[in-house]
Every structure is written in structure tokens, then in C-alpha cells.
């Protein structure tokens, strides 16, 4: 699923940076070349590993101790991880901290980039979860979620089958009340306005039919699995067909 | 404890299962030793400098993204000085000649890479003729039967593929190398050991130790190394095959250039005799190679016996009659050294008597009253051009087999390591397609490498390299299995098998569409990057072998058997149906 998590990420990213600051803004094409980002859920550090190999400043922070352990020991194998790397080009780092969204959000430092990507499907104060992250942005700043709509779809999919035919999953990991919908995470940010900035503008302004934001400031791609090619695709934009954003999908929005 | 006892072996560093034995104690003491010791940090190590390995430098170089953000280094054994300052007269050619598919030229162009190989050395093929050693039913595949479109230049003429000596595309490769500075080459070089590094829960890297002492830590190993690859053995891959009871004699062969009205050498010929297909494949107008795979005794007798007796022989074998071929045979295993060039003139003219072989027909050699010059006979273009003499010092031969890899890319402790061209397969040469398939796989990983390294992937993970095995295994697989059946298919003599593989290739020249969509499949279109249109050849070539089926049952083929390896045979014939590659 990572590489396109990491698809999305950067080619959101490089849309609305070649948007704003034309096509020459970019080189080679990377655009999170020297970006602050925050990874909050890292787990294992699947995505911080190649948000730093890109050349960002990655930090990637996680509730569970023994998870920062093991990111940590597994990064240390790649010499291209290591603050001390010798490489001109690799302007990235990477930094492990056992800490959560909550606590970090108390420190000054602000993220041009914050993803948490399957993590809100767990959590159990959605709002209060996305807020914080929303408020670890700078201003301009890009969040990036993972997760699992609330559809039978996914219950079959998720729980069901991972859980209790194939046994992918320890059973009870997911629990099917907790999952959020796009069009639920849509109008959170229709409504949502920062807490320093009470009179400013909300965050996805207007939608067209069928609850699609405007490009520019949110956007919802589904992740399917294709099983014969054993790999992630994500469906084209603006698809809403049956199976499309009705089970694992991605969520981009801008802090204005 | 010496060094030089493991220096051509390679093993698995297996401290986890407790082994204990003389090697695995020089493994850990190196371990011990060179922990201490500098480990010089790489992404890439290709293992290997031939063909396939030089292009996968080649490939990964060409691209900005990956060689501003992977260190690769390229290891050969050998020195590579000498395929560099290869420079041979423009009349000489080397007898280790490959037909390069069209998909396979289109790639090394993209690459960058063709730009830099001596295209007057090459020649394309512009129709191929194969037929049955016995029955003679054959089949004719021509360029002109392809659409207008698929030529890579407005100016080039069309054609199915190109025939290139090695070491031109070898030299191509590294000068193409010498213009990407973030690509390293160390030659004169031997891989002593690999083993994994060992960290604490496992997932340690490859640590190559090279016979100049340095120690090379890599993020992914390419096996490039050949059939006998150690990056194989270090990554537990076993792997499945046979020899073959063949050996593939080669050499460059010299003859009389085609006259005015005859088409130009640039038709490859290939008879399948029951001892193995002979191949004669067109270089220049006066020259051409040979690839003669036949019994182990007799290639051993024909290399060592006179150059004049080898190039009677050769005319021979394109011409004779089977039963006449099986004659001369056991006349040069059982005459030995003494047989003399003349011997073997009078027993071939002999023969061409009593199978009343007309003087004026192309199907005469030794008796052969054609005139260079004059109006040629009718079925001149049915057999390749008289062979004049052969080129000193070009005979050669090596063994033939068949191996395929379990998998292509390592898992557990052999991790991070991933196996391209004959470290993969290596296949029968009849249908030329080993060094095709060889730049199919570097090919594809270049770009699985390219696209992990724009998401940030890992490039030495599972992850990462999957899509390169899924793409390959089984598109090779199907190549490999059907050239193998091809070769068993056509070393039969049993009556009905002749009858029902001529029956069916003889059926199949009729069907134009099967030709185009085999051909299509052989890679002679432009259908690279395109799944859909190769969907489609396949498509249309199930089809054509159904049809076959149906003519090859109203003609009441009894046993279906025989029709169903026809309908295999004559079907990957026609999709493998390149030119017999000499590579190694």
C-alpha cells in the first residue's frame, strides 16, 4: 500500500506547488525535497523512510514505544537514513520520537506536511485527532489521511475477511463503528476553522455535486487492491463509482 | 587460513543454523575481521559484465532520478579493456553473433545506448526461411508482411530483427557507461564471498567482498553472472533444468555475395535436422555466421577437423537429403582425424549423384555448376549462399542447456538480491531469443528500479522489486518452455510426428494473419509498452493454432496428441522465431 501512499503525497503536492509557483518551481520533479513533515502513526516507518529518501525533513512520531524501536532499528540499516549521510543530494533526515499528536502539538515546530495514514480508523476521538493534526500545519500547509469508509463494503473486506476468513489481521483489531466516510471527513473541514484563527476561512469553501471539493482544496482517492497483480492502485480522480472510495481511501486537504 | 580455497565459491553466511564446516569458519572469521574494517556503502551492485549486466548499468544510468540518488557500481571479473579497445577489420567478424528483436532495439535506443554501436556491423533480417530437416515442408516469414509503421528510422528498411555481434553491443554498452559519471565500473575484479551482515533480528544487508580486499555494502545485489551465478547461490535460489545431449558449433563463414538478381544476404536460413536446427545467419553481403547445434561427437569432430571439411559439411547439412546428412555423419566420426578435405568432396559428390541433385540447382554444392555471375537457378533463394571458406580462428562450440530459476528475486537471508539474464534462464539458442530475453529483464527492473526511487521506495525490498518478477517469470517461462518443446518436437524422425509437424507448418504458411500475430509476438512489431497489443497478438495466434488444429484433424491426424505438439511446436515457432543467438 505504501507506494501509492506515496504516489498520492507526491503528486498532490507537486499539483499545487507547480500551481502556484509555476511548472519550473520543482526540480527533477520531487517536490518534498527539503519539506518539514510529520508522520504521526508511523508504526514500523514504512512511509517516514521514504518521505526522508525523497529529501524531506521527516519526523515520524508514534504512540507505541516498542514501534519507535523497532522504525528506529530498521532505518538504522540505511546509511542513507543516517543524519551523518556523506551523499550531497540526500538533503533528507529522519527522526523517531515516542510521542503523540497531542503533547508535540504543544512544541513550536509546525509541519509543511502532516499524513496520518491508517490511524484514524483506531482512534477515539476522530475530531479532536484531526484537529490536532490540522493545527501541526503551517499555514499553506498539506494533511494527508488514510483510512476505511463505513460502508458494507468495508465490513466484508476489513473485518470479515481479513479478520476472521484469512486471519490477515488479528481479529478485533478494526472495529466497524469507528470507521469514517469521506463525506464525513468533507464536512468536518467545511465547518472546521482553526482554532487561532476563529474568523478565517474554512477549509474546503464550497463542493460541487455530489460532495467533491475543489481540487485545489481537498481531495478523495480510493485505494483498491487488485489481487492477480498483487498490488495497490489508486482510482482515477473524481471516481465515485461502487467500490472506488468505499473501503480504504486517501484524503488530502489545505490549510488556507 | 587462506583465502584462495573459497575464492570461486560464494555461500551463505549460515551462523543461525549452527552449521560448522571449514568454509563456514573462513566466513566468520572474515565476518570478525572485516566488521572492524571500512564497508563502502552502495545501492546498487550488478555482479557480472556481460551483456545483460553492462545494459542494466546502461538502463539505470540513463535515468536522472535514479542515478542522482543510487551509488551503482558494476563488478566484472575480467578486463573489460578488451571488449573497449575491440577493433576488428571491417571484414572480420566475431563468431558470437545475437539477433536483436526490434522491442530490444527500441529499448537500448531509448536507453541511449545504440547510438554508440557500429550500425555498419549489423544487418538486419529482412525474411526468414525455416524448414523440416526431413520432410523439407517450410515455412517463410518476410519483413514486408509487417506493417509499414514499426521501423525505427523513416530510412531504415524493414525489418524483424538485427543481427549484432556481442562485442559490438558489448563495447555500445560501455561506451555508453564512459558518459555517466555516477556509474562505476571495476574490472579485473572477482567476487571472493557474499554474505549477509549480521544484525540483531536479521535483515542485514549483502556484504560483497572483492578479491582487492575492499568490501562493498549493498542495498540490492544483481545477479548478472551467468548460469553458474554466485549472487544465485548466495540468495538460496535453486533452480530447474537439464543439458541438452547438444553442443552449438559456431563460426563466421565466408561466401560470394548474392548476385543482381538475387535478394540480398539478408535471410536468415535454418533447417531443423533430428540432430538439432542449423542456423546461418546473414552479417554483411560476403560474410555470415553459423550456429550448428548438433550431437556432443560430432560438433567435437567438426571443430577439430580441416576448415575445408567443416565448409563442405556446412553446405552439406543445408542441402542433403536427411538420410544422406545421417551417412556423412557416421562417415566423419568413424574416418576421425585422417578424413581429408577431398575424402569428404567425393563422398558429398557421391551423394548428389545418387540423389540425382541437378548440377544447376541451388541444392548442389559439391557438384554445384552454378556461376556467380550468371542468371542464378530457380530455387536460389531457397538455401543460403554456397559457403566459400571460413574465417580463421572463429570455430568454436559450447554446450547447450536448459535452466530456469525458482524465483528471481531473493527473500529471508538471501534478501536483496535480484537475478537478470542467464543467472535467470538460460534457453536453447534455436529461436535466438536468450540475449532478447536477457534485455527484457533489465528492461523491466530499470523501470521497477526507476519507480521505486520516485515514490522513495526501498529499492532492495520485496516490495519494490515484485513487479519485476511478475512481469518476467512467467513471460519468460512461456518463451522457454515453448523453444524447448520446439527442440524436442524436431529431433523426432517418427514417421507420424514428421508428417503431422510438417502437415502443420506447412498449413500455417498459408495463414498470413498467424504469421503477422507470431511475428508480432517475436517482438518484429513495435508493440513494446503496449500489453494491449501484445494481448492481441497472442489473441490472434490462439487463433491461428485452433485453426491449425481443425486443418491438422480434417486431414485425420490421428492422435491428438501428436496434434496438440504440433499446434505447441509450430505456434511458439512462430513466436520465438528470432535468429539462434550465440550468447553465452
Same mark, same amino acid.
Given at each position: ?9 507526491? /503528486? ?7 500551481? @502556484? ?19 504521526? =502513526?508511523? =508504526? ?15 519526523? =515520524? ?40 499528536? /497531542? ?21 477515539? &476521538? ?36 481479513? /479478520? ?54 481537498? @481531495? ?17 480522480? =473524481? ?8 473501503? &480504504? ?8 | ?5 573459497? *575464492? ?25 575481521? +572485516? ?19 553492462? #545494459? ?65 556491423? +549489423? ?43 556481442? $562485442? ?49 555494502? +549493498? ?39 548474392? *548476385? ?8 536468415? %536460413? ?97 557438384? *554445384? ?75 523491466? $527492473? ?14 532492495? *525490498? ?27 518436437? %524436431? ?57 491449425? #488444429? ?35
Amino acid at each position: 500500500m505504501n507506494p501509492v501512499r506515496m504516489q498520492f503525497v507526491r /503528486e498532490k503536492v507537486l499539483e499545487i506547488t507547480r500551481e @502556484e509557483h509555476g511548472e519550473e518551481a520543482v526540480k527533477g520533479g520531487n517536490p518534498l525535497q527539503g519539506l518539514d513533515i510529520l508522520d504521526v =502513526g508511523c =508504526g514500523g516507518g514504512l512511509l517516514s523512510e521514504s518521505l526522508a529518501r525523497l529529501g524531506a525533513h521527516t519526523v =515520524g512520531i508514534d504512540a507505541s514505544e516498542s514501534n519507535i524501536a523497532i522504525a528506529s532499528s530498521h532505518a538504522s540499516a540505511d546509511p542513507r537514513l543516517s543524519a551523518d549521510s556523506s551523499r550531497p543530494s540526500s538533503k533528507g533526515s529522519l527522526v523517531y520520537r515516542h510521542i503523540s499528536a /497531542e503533547e508535540i502539538l504543544k512544541e513550536q515546530k509546525r509541519f509543511d506536511v502532516v499524513c496520518s495514514m491508517e490511524v484514524l480508523e483506531h482512534v477515539d &476521538n476522530p475530531a479532536g485527532f484531526i484537529s490536532s493534526c490540522a493545527e501541526l500545519l503551517k499555514p499553506g500547509g498539506h494533511l494527508f489521511l488514510s483510512t476505511i469508509a463505513r460502508t458494507p463494503l468495508s465490513y466484508v473486506l476489513t473485518i470479515l475477511v481479513a /479478520e476472521h476468513i484469512l486471519r490477515k489481521v488479528t481479529p478485533g483489531t478494526h472495529t466497524h463503528s469507528k470507521y469514517i466516510n469521506p463525506s464525513e471527513l468533507i464536512s468536518f473541514f467545511s465547518k472546521y476553522r482553526s482554532p487561532s484563527d476563529e474568523e478565517g476561512m474554512s477549509w474546503i469553501t464550497r463542493t460541487y455535486e455530489h460532495g467533491l471539493p475543489m481540487r485545489t482544496e481537498a @481531495e478523495v482517492r480510493g485505494m483498491v487492491y487488485i489481487p492477480w497483480k498483487g498490488q495497490w492502485m489508486l482510482t482515477p480522480r =473524481g471516481a465515485s463509482g461502487w467500490g472506488t472510495t468505499h473501503c &480504504n481511501y486517501l484524503f488530502w486537504v489545505r490549510k488556507p | 587460513m587462506s583465502l584462495s580455497s573459497t *575464492s570461486s565459491r560464494v555461500f551463505r553466511f549460515a551462523s543461525k543454523k549452527g552449521i560448522s564446516s571449514p568454509l563456514l569458519q573462513v566466513g566468520r572469521n572474515i565476518s570478525t575481521t +572485516t566488521s572492524a574494517t571500512h564497508h563502502e556503502e552502495l545501492d546498487v551492485v550488478i555482479v557480472g559484465g556481460g551483456p545483460a549486466g553492462l #545494459a542494466l548499468a546502461s538502463a539505470l544510468g540513463a535515468s536522472q532520478a535514479v542515478r542522482e540518488s543510487l551509488r551503482i557500481t558494476l563488478v566484472e571479473a575480467s578486463d573489460l579493456s578488451k571488449v573497449r579497445d575491440w577493433d576488428p577489420h571491417a571484414s572480420a567478424f566475431s563468431n558470437r553473433v545475437s539477433s536483436l528483436t526490434n522491442n530490444s532495439r527500441h529499448f537500448l535506443k531509448d536507453v541511449g545506448a545504440w547510438d554508440h554501436v557500429e550500425v555498419s556491423r +549489423t544487418s538486419p533480417v529482412e525474411e526468414m526461411q525455416v524448414w523440416d530437416g526431413i520432410s523439407d515442408a517450410r515455412i517463410t516469414f518476410s519483413a514486408s508482411e509487417l506493417d509499414p509503421e514499426p521501423t525505427m528510422n523513416p530510412g531504415e528498411t524493414r525489418q524483424m530483427a538485427r543481427l549484432t555481434e556481442n $562485442l559490438n553491443l558489448q563495447r555500445a554498452l560501455l561506451r555508453h557507461i564512459a558518459t555517466l559519471s555516477e556509474v562505476r565500473l571495476l574490472d579485473n575484479v572477482k567476487v571472493h564471498l557474499i554474505q549477509q551482515e549480521e544484525r540483531e533480528g536479521g535483515g542485514g544487508w549483502p556484504l560483497v567482498h572483492l578479491s582487492d580486499g575492499r568490501v562493498l555494502r +549493498t542495498r540490492l545485489l544483481v545477479g548478472a553472472d551467468g548460469f553458474n551465478s554466485p549472487v544465485r547461490s548466495y540468495a538460496g535460489i535453486s533452480s530447474y533444468g537439464w543439458a541438452y545431449d547438444t553442443q552449438a558449433v559456431v563460426a563466421t563463414l565466408s561466401h560470394a555475395p548474392r *548476385s543482381a538478381f538475387q535478394a540480398p544476404n539478408t535471410v536468415k %536460413y535454418q533447417r531443423f535436422l533430428p540432430t538439432g536446427p542449423i542456423a546461418f545467419l546473414p552479417l554483411s553481403p560476403t560474410v555470415s555466421s553459423l550456429v550448428w547445434s548438433t550431437k556432443p561427437a560430432l560438433a567435437a569432430a567438426l571443430v577439430k577437423s580441416d576448415p575445408m571439411i567443416l565448409t563442405s559439411m556446412i553446405n552439406a547439412a543445408f542441402r542433403l537429403p536427411e538420410v544422406s546428412m545421417r551417412h556423412l555423419h557416421r562417415f566423419i566420426l568413424e574416418t576421425g582425424a585422417s578424413l581429408t578435405p577431398i575424402q569428404i568432396q567425393e563422398e558429398i559428390t557421391w551423394r548428389e549423384r545418387s540423389h540425382d541433385i541437378d548440377r544447376h540447382s541451388a541444392y548442389a554444392s559439391a557438384t *554445384s555448376d552454378v556461376v556467380a555471375a550468371g542468371i542464378p537457378s530457380h530455387d536460389s533463394d531457397m538455401l543460403p549462399p554456397l559457403v566459400a571458406s571460413i574465417q580463421p580462428g572463429t570455430v568454436a562450440s559450447f554446450p547447450l542447456r536448459f535452466n530456469h530459476a525458482d524465483a528471481y528475486i531473493g527473500e529471508g537471508e538471501g534478501s536483496r538480491t535480484v537475478l537478470v539474464g542467464d543467472a535467470a534462464h538460460t534457453i536453447h539458442p534455436l529461436a535466438g531469443q536468450g540475449l532478447n530475453m536477457g534485455l527484457g529483464d533489465v528492461e523491466s $527492473l530499470a523501470r521497477c528500479i526507476q519507480e521505486a526511487v520516485l515514490q522513495g521506495g526501498d529499492i532492495g *525490498s520485496h516490495t519494490a522489486l515484485s513487479p519485476y518478477a511478475q512481469e518476467r517469470y512467467f513471460e519468460n517461462h512461456k518463451i522457454m518452455s515453448a523453444v524447448d518443446k520446439l527442440h524436442k518436437l %524436431y529431433s523426432s524422425t517418427l514417421e507420424p510426428v514428421v508428417w503431422a509437424r510438417s502437415v502443420g507448418l506447412e498449413v500455417l504458411n498459408e495463414f498470413d494473419f498467424v504469421k503477422a500475430a507470431i511475428m508480432m509476438n517475436a517482438g518484429a512489431y513495435s508493440v513494446r509498452g503496449n500489453p494491449a497489443a501484445d494481448a492481441t497478438g497472442w489473441a490472434m495466434a490462439a487463433k491461428g493454432v485452433e485453426g491449425l #488444429a481443425t486443418g491438422a484433424a480434417t486431414a485425420k491426424i490421428v492422435g491428438q496428441g501428436i496434434v496438440g505438439m504440433v499446434g505447441i511446436g509450430v505456434q511458439n515457432l512462430l513466436r520465438t522465431m528470432g535468429t539462434p543467438n550465440q550468447q553465452k
